[in-house]
Nanobody, 121 residues
Framework: QVQLVESGGGLVQAGGSLRLSCAIS????????MGWYRQAPGKQRELVAD???????NYADSVKGRFTISRDNAKNAVYLQMNSLKPEDTAVYYC???????????????WGQGTQVTVSS
């Protein structure tokens, strides 16, 4: 069974920083794209950033220049460094990964349970 476990959320003042981590455990053979999504109250879940297995990154316009996504393939982990945080960054942040549980299966999307990030003004 595959598990994605996030950590690093919390309460921070505007202008501050947080670093989110996501560790993937369980039985799988390969991981493709990994990413972070967020969902604010009353809004749809949206992509924050993702990173391919080759290291190519993609960011939402609202976080470009402030957030940095990275991954450690040896540790099966993905990170999100968030700087210059704003109150509008307040949301539940979800880790996401496309992975295969065997060589016979296609890549399937998996989600973490989410971690709350609250930015006070």
């Amino acid at each position: 069974q595959v598990q994605l476990v996030e950590s690093g959320g919390g309460l921070v003042q505007a202008g501050g920083s947080l670093r989110l981590s996501c560790a993937i455990s369980g039985r799988f053979v390969s991981i493709n794209t990994m990413g972070w999504y967020r969902q604010a109250p009353g809004k749809q879940r949206e992509l924050v950033a993702d990173i391919t297995s080759g290291g190519n990154t993609n960011y939402a316009d609202s976080v470009k220049g402030r957030f940095t996504i990275s991954r450690d393939n040896a540790k099966n982990a993905v990170y999100l460094q968030m700087n210059s945080l704003k109150p509008e960054d307040t949301a539940v942040y979800y880790c996401n990964a496309f992975l295969r549980t065997s060589i016979r299966t296609s890549y399937t999307q998996y989600w973490g349970q989410g971690t709350q990030v609250t930015v006070s003004s």
